[in-house]
C-alpha cells in the first residue's frame, strides 16, 4: 500500500522563489473557437469549442470540467500553446495578445500520462531536469537548493534516493510536478492529474495544487468529477459540454446557478455530478444553461471571493507587478537557456546513465549479434578461400546485408516511439532543444552499435575464412557499419512517423522490396531496363551488396579449386558476371552515406513536424478523406 507523506503546508509562502522573481500571470480568452477537419461534416470542419469565454487567475486553482468528449483537454492543450491550428478568438495574457515564444517560457504542461526518465532516481531526475531548465547562470549548490525546496514541499524526500520504475502512482505524479517546478514558471496547465490514483492520493494531489497555486500560481487542470470532499478546494470551476461553457465560477456557487436555471441540486447529489448528469441526460439544457452563463463571460463568483480578490490578492498581485516594472523584467528573463551544445553534454550524460543501468537490453544486444554472428559464420564455414563455393560467398554477403537491416531498422522502430512519448513533455516545456535531441539520441547509440557491429563482423569474417587481408578487412567493415547506421536512420524514419503498431508494419513493407532490388539484375545487368536502374538505385542495400562485393572479391587472385572444374575460381569472373566489375567500394561507401545523411535528416524533419498539431490534422483529414473516397 502507498505510503501518503504529508504535504509541507506549514512552509511559507515565500518557497520556489530563490530562481528569480516571477510575475503573476493572468490568462483570458474571448469567443474561443476551435475547429478540426472533417470529412464528414457538411462543411469539411467539426467545431470542438464554439466562442467561449473565460478569464483564470493567478493565485487560484482552476478545474475545467465536463463529461467526456466536452472539450475539456481541447481548451487546456490550446490555452497552453500545445494546439494552434484551427484555433480563431483571443487569447490574452496580463491584459496583452499572447505571444507564443514568450508564454512557453513561463508555463508548465504536465500530461495525463505519468511518464518520467527510467532508470533514474528522483535526486537524478531533478538534477538533470535543474541543469537543463536553469543554465549554468544558476550554481550548483543554488540549483541544489532549489530542488532541496521543491522536494520538501512534494513530500518526495522518503523517496529521493529510489528509482523512478520503482515509485508509487501517486509518487510519479508528484514527481512529474516536481520536475517542472524546479523553473519555477507561473503557468501551471496539467490534464487529468488525478487519473489512476485512489481517493488518498487524489486528495493529497487536490491539496498540493491548491497550495501551489496559493504561491501566486495560475494552476489550471482538468478533471472529470472530483470528489464531493475536495470540489470545495476549488477557486474557480469551468464546465464544458459539447464545445460550449455552461458554468464559469466558485464551487460555492453552483448550487445557486442551477437553482437559477430550475434545476435545483438535489441533497443526495454534489453539484460536480448533478450538472455533469444535466448536460448528459438533458443536452437540451447545454444551451439554455450557456445562454444564461453568456457562454463564459459571466463569472459566478461569490461576494466573498470578490472581496477577497478585491483585496489580499489583488494588492498581493499589484505589488508583484509593481516590483516587476521596476526591475524592468520581461518574460525572456524567467529563464536560464543553455547553449545546444551544453544541452547536448547533458542529455548525453544523462542517456549514458541510463543505458549503464539498463542491463537486460545489453545483454540481449550481446548474445543477439554473437549468436547471429556464429550462426552467419557457421553456415558459410570456411567458404572464402574455395573457388567452388564463390557464389555461396555471394550469398554470405547478402546474409551480411540482411542481418544489418532487419536489426537496425526494426530497433529504432519499435523503441523511438516510446522515447517520444518522453521526449514531447520535456520538448513542449522547453527543457531543450529538437536539435539537441536529435543529435542526442543519434550520438548516444553509436559507441555500443560499432562495438557490436564490429563483434558481428568478426566472428563471420573469420569463421568464413575470408582473406586475412587488413584493407579489404577495413572496407568491409566500414560498408557494414554504414549499412548498419543507415538502416538505423531509416528506422528513426519509420518510427518518427507512426506508432509501433503501424511502424512495425510499414516497415517490413518497406525493406521486403529494399531487399528485392537490391538483388535485381544480379547475372543480367547488361540487360536490365534503364528505367529499373534508376527504381534499383533507391535501394541503399544495392550498394551496400555491391560493395561488400567488391571488397572481398575485386582484384583477387584465383581461388584454390577442389574439384575438376570451378566456373567462378576467378572472382573477377563473378563481378563481370553480376555487373560490378567495374565498380569502387568507396564509391559504394560514399552513396551508402549519402543515404545515411538522407534518412537522418528527414528523420529529424518528420520529428520536428510530428510535434505540431498541424500535421497530425492533416496527416488524419487525408487518410479519412482517402476512405471515404473508396466507400
Same mark, same amino acid.
Not at 515565500?14 to 469567443?31: C, G, H, M, S, Y
Not at 465536463?66 to 483537454?73: R, T
Not at 544558476?138 to 541544489?144: C, E, L, N, R, V
Given at each position: 500500500?502507498?505510503?501518503?507523506?504529508?504535504?509541507?503546508?506549514?512552509?511559507?509562502?515565500?518557497?520556489?522563489?530563490?530562481?528569480?522573481?516571477?510575475?503573476?500571470?493572468?490568462?483570458?480568452?474571448?469567443?474561443?473557437?476551435?475547429?478540426?477537419?472533417?470529412?464528414?461534416?457538411?462543411?469539411?470542419?467539426?467545431?470542438?469549442?464554439?466562442?467561449?469565454?473565460?478569464?483564470?487567475?493567478?493565485?487560484?486553482?482552476?478545474?475545467?470540467?465536463?463529461?467526456?468528449?466536452?472539450?475539456?483537454?481541447?481548451?487546456?492543450?490550446?490555452?497552453?500553446?500545445?494546439?494552434?491550428?484551427?484555433?480563431?478568438?483571443?487569447?490574452?495574457?496580463?491584459?496583452?495578445?499572447?505571444?507564443?515564444?514568450?508564454?512557453?517560457?513561463?508555463?508548465?504542461?504536465?500530461?495525463?500520462?505519468?511518464?518520467?526518465?527510467?532508470?533514474?532516481?528522483?535526486?537524478?531526475?531533478?538534477?538533470?531536469?535543474?541543469?537543463?531548465?536553469?543554465?549554468?547562470?544558476?550554481?550548483?549548490?543554488?540549483?541544489?537548493?532549489?530542488?532541496?525546496?521543491?522536494?520538501?514541499?512534494?513530500?518526495?524526500?522518503?523517496?529521493?534516493?529510489?528509482?523512478?520504475?520503482?515509485?508509487?502512482?501517486?509518487?510519479?505524479?508528484?514527481?512529474?510536478?516536481?520536475?517542472?517546478?524546479?523553473?519555477?514558471?507561473?503557468?501551471?496547465?496539467?490534464?487529468?492529474?488525478?487519473?489512476?490514483?485512489?481517493?488518498?492520493?487524489?486528495?493529497?494531489?487536490?491539496?498540493?495544487?491548491?497550495?501551489?497555486?496559493?504561491?501566486?500560481?495560475?494552476?489550471?487542470?482538468?478533471?472529470?468529477?472530483?470528489?464531493?470532499?475536495?470540489?470545495?478546494?476549488?477557486?474557480?470551476?469551468?464546465?464544458?459540454?459539447?464545445?460550449?461553457?455552461?458554468?464559469?465560477?466558485?464551487?460555492?456557487?453552483?448550487?445557486?446557478?442551477?437553482?437559477?436555471?430550475?434545476?435545483?441540486?438535489?441533497?443526495?447529489?454534489?453539484?460536480?455530478?448533478?450538472?455533469?448528469?444535466?448536460?448528459?441526460?438533458?443536452?437540451?439544457?447545454?444551451?439554455?444553461?450557456?445562454?444564461?452563463?453568456?457562454?463564459?463571460?459571466?463569472?459566478?463568483?461569490?461576494?466573498?471571493?470578490?472581496?477577497?480578490?478585491?483585496?489580499?490578492?489583488?494588492?498581493?498581485?499589484?505589488?508583484?507587478?509593481?516590483?516587476?516594472?521596476?526591475?524592468?523584467?520581461?518574460?525572456?528573463?524567467?529563464?536560464?537557456?543553455?547553449?545546444?551544445?551544453?544541452?547536448?553534454?547533458?542529455?548525453?550524460?544523462?542517456?549514458?546513465?541510463?543505458?549503464?543501468?539498463?542491463?537486460?537490453?545489453?545483454?540481449?544486444?550481446?548474445?543477439?549479434?554473437?549468436?547471429?554472428?556464429?550462426?552467419?559464420?557457421?553456415?558459410?564455414?570456411?567458404?572464402?578461400?574455395?573457388?567452388?563455393?564463390?557464389?555461396?560467398?555471394?550469398?554470405? #554477403?547478402? $546474409? =551480411?546485408?540482411?542481418?544489418?537491416?532487419?536489426?537496425? @531498422?526494426?530497433?529504432? +522502430? /519499435?523503441?523511438?516511439? !516510446?522515447? %517520444?512519448?518522453?521526449?514531447?513533455?520535456?520538448?513542449?516545456?522547453?527543457?531543450?532543444?529538437?536539435?539537441?535531441?536529435?543529435?542526442?539520441?543519434?550520438?548516444?547509440?553509436?559507441?555500443?552499435?560499432?562495438?557490436?557491429?564490429?563483434?558481428?563482423?568478426?566472428?563471420?569474417?573469420?569463421?568464413?575464412?575470408?582473406?586475412?587481408?587488413?584493407?579489404?578487412?577495413?572496407?568491409?567493415?566500414?560498408?557494414?557499419?554504414?549499412?548498419?547506421?543507415?538502416?538505423?536512420?531509416?528506422?528513426?524514419? #519509420?518510427? $518518427? =512517423?507512426?506508432?509501433?503498431?503501424?511502424?512495425?508494419? @510499414?516497415?517490413?513493407? +518497406? /525493406?521486403?522490396?529494399? !531487399?528485392? %532490388?537490391?538483388?535485381?539484375?544480379?547475372?543480367?545487368?547488361?540487360?536490365?531496363?534503364?528505367?529499373?536502374?534508376?527504381?534499383?538505385?533507391?535501394?541503399?542495400?544495392?550498394?551496400?551488396?555491391?560493395?561488400?562485393?567488391?571488397?572481398?572479391?575485386?582484384?583477387?587472385?584465383?581461388?584454390?579449386?577442389?574439384?575438376?572444374?570451378?566456373?567462378?575460381?576467378?572472382?573477377?569472373?563473378?563481378?563481370?558476371?553480376?555487373?560490378?566489375?567495374?565498380?569502387?567500394?568507396?564509391?559504394?561507401?560514399? #552513396?551508402?552515406?549519402?543515404?545515411?545523411?538522407?534518412?537522418?535528416?528527414?528523420?529529424?524533419?518528420?520529428?520536428?513536424?510530428?510535434?505540431?498539431?498541424?500535421?497530425?490534422?492533416?496527416?488524419?483529414?487525408?487518410?479519412?478523406?482517402?476512405?471515404?473516397?473508396?466507400?
Amino acid at each position: 500500500m502507498e505510503t501518503q507523506e504529508p504535504l509541507r503546508c506549514n512552509m511559507p509562502l515565500q518557497q520556489l522563489n530563490r530562481i528569480a522573481k516571477r510575475p503573476p500571470v493572468d490568462i483570458e480568452f474571448q469567443d474561443l473557437t476551435y475547429s478540426v477537419r472533417d470529412s464528414y461534416a457538411g462543411t469539411g470542419w467539426r467545431q470542438l469549442l464554439k466562442s467561449i469565454n473565460g478569464k483564470f487567475r493567478s493565485g487560484e486553482l482552476t478545474a475545467i470540467m465536463g463529461p467526456s468528449g466536452a472539450g475539456k483537454s481541447t481548451l487546456l492543450n490550446i490555452l497552453a500553446g500545445y494546439v494552434t491550428a484551427g484555433v480563431k478568438g483571443r487569447i490574452i495574457v496580463n491584459d496583452r495578445p499572447r505571444v507564443m515564444k514568450e508564454f512557453n517560457k513561463m508555463s508548465a504542461y504536465i500530461m495525463q500520462e505519468d511518464i518520467v526518465q527510467p532508470r533514474l532516481t528522483v535526486k537524478e531526475a531533478m538534477m538533470f531536469a535543474a541543469s537543463l531548465k536553469l543554465g549554468t547562470e544558476i550554481g550548483q549548490s543554488k540549483k541544489a537548493a532549489v530542488i532541496q525546496e521543491v522536494i520538501q514541499l512534494l513530500g518526495l524526500e522518503s523517496c529521493f534516493e529510489t528509482r523512478s520504475e520503482f515509485l508509487s502512482g501517486g509518487q510519479r505524479k508528484r514527481l512529474s510536478v516536481a520536475l517542472e517546478l524546479v523553473n519555477n514558471p507561473p503557468v501551471i496547465f496539467l490534464d487529468e492529474p488525478t487519473t489512476g490514483l485512489d481517493n488518498g492520493a487524489i486528495k493529497q494531489c487536490i491539496k498540493l495544487l491548491q497550495k501551489i497555486s496559493r504561491l501566486n500560481r495560475t494552476v489550471i487542470c482538468t478533471i472529470h468529477q472530483p470528489p464531493a470532499s475536495l470540489f470545495k478546494n476549488f477557486d474557480q470551476v469551468y464546465v464544458v459540454a459539447k464545445g460550449y461553457c455552461v458554468y464559469n465560477g466558485s464551487p460555492a456557487s453552483l448550487v445557486p446557478f442551477l437553482s437559477k436555471a430550475h434545476f435545483p441540486c438535489p441533497s443526495t447529489y454534489t453539484p460536480a455530478d448533478y450538472i455533469i448528469e444535466i448536460v448528459h441526460s438533458h443536452p437540451e439544457m447545454i444551451y439554455t444553461l450557456s445562454a444564461l452563463i453568456q457562454n463564459g463571460k459571466t463569472n459566478m463568483l461569490t461576494q466573498r471571493c470578490d472581496e477577497q480578490s478585491s483585496s489580499t490578492m489583488g494588492k498581493d498581485i499589484f505589488e508583484i507587478r509593481k516590483d516587476t516594472d521596476q526591475t524592468g523584467q520581461t518574460e525572456h528573463d524567467i529563464i536560464f537557456p543553455l547553449s545546444v551544445w551544453s544541452q547536448l553534454v547533458i542529455l548525453l550524460s544523462r542517456t549514458y546513465l541510463q543505458t549503464r543501468r539498463n542491463h537486460s537490453v545489453l545483454i540481449i544486444q550481446f548474445f543477439h549479434h554473437l549468436a547471429s554472428g556464429i550462426l552467419v559464420g557457421s553456415i558459410f564455414f570456411g567458404l572464402g578461400s574455395d573457388g567452388s563455393q564463390t557464389l555461396s560467398i555471394f550469398k554470405y #554477403i547478402i $546474409s =551480411v546485408n540482411v542481418f544489418f537491416m532487419y536489426t537496425y @531498422v526494426m530497433v529504432p +522502430v /519499435l523503441v523511438f516511439p !516510446l522515447e %517520444l512519448q518522453l521526449m514531447k513533455r520535456e520538448y513542449f516545456n522547453k527543457w531543450y532543444s529538437l536539435k539537441a535531441y536529435y543529435f542526442c539520441f543519434t550520438l548516444a547509440s553509436l559507441p555500443l552499435m560499432i562495438c557490436y557491429s564490429l563483434m558481428f563482423l568478426i566472428i563471420v569474417y573469420v569463421l568464413s575464412n575470408q582473406p586475412l587481408d587488413l584493407e579489404r578487412f577495413t572496407w568491409f567493415s566500414i560498408i557494414g557499419v554504414s549499412l548498419g547506421l543507415t538502416s538505423q536512420g531509416l528506422g528513426y524514419l #519509420i518510427g $518518427s =512517423v507512426f506508432s509501433i503498431t503501424s511502424g512495425s508494419v @510499414v516497415g517490413s513493407s +518497406v /525493406l521486403a522490396p529494399l !531487399l528485392a %532490388l537490391a538483388c535485381y539484375g544480379m547475372g543480367y545487368r547488361a540487360s536490365v531496363e534503364p528505367f529499373m536502374k534508376v527504381i534499383i538505385s533507391f535501394s541503399y542495400l544495392r550498394f551496400g551488396v555491391v560493395g561488400l562485393s567488391v571488397a572481398l572479391f575485386g582484384k583477387r587472385e584465383p581461388l584454390e579449386c577442389g574439384e575438376l572444374y570451378c566456373h567462378y575460381r576467378n572472382p573477377e569472373m563473378l563481378l563481370r558476371d553480376m555487373g560490378m566489375q567495374d565498380e569502387d567500394y568507396k564509391v559504394q561507401f560514399y #552513396i551508402i552515406l549519402g543515404y545515411l545523411l538522407l534518412f537522418r535528416i528527414l528523420a529529424y524533419c518528420t520529428l520536428k513536424y510530428r510535434l505540431t498539431s498541424e500535421l497530425s490534422n492533416k496527416i488524419v483529414y487525408f487518410a479519412a478523406k482517402v476512405v471515404r473516397q473508396k466507400e
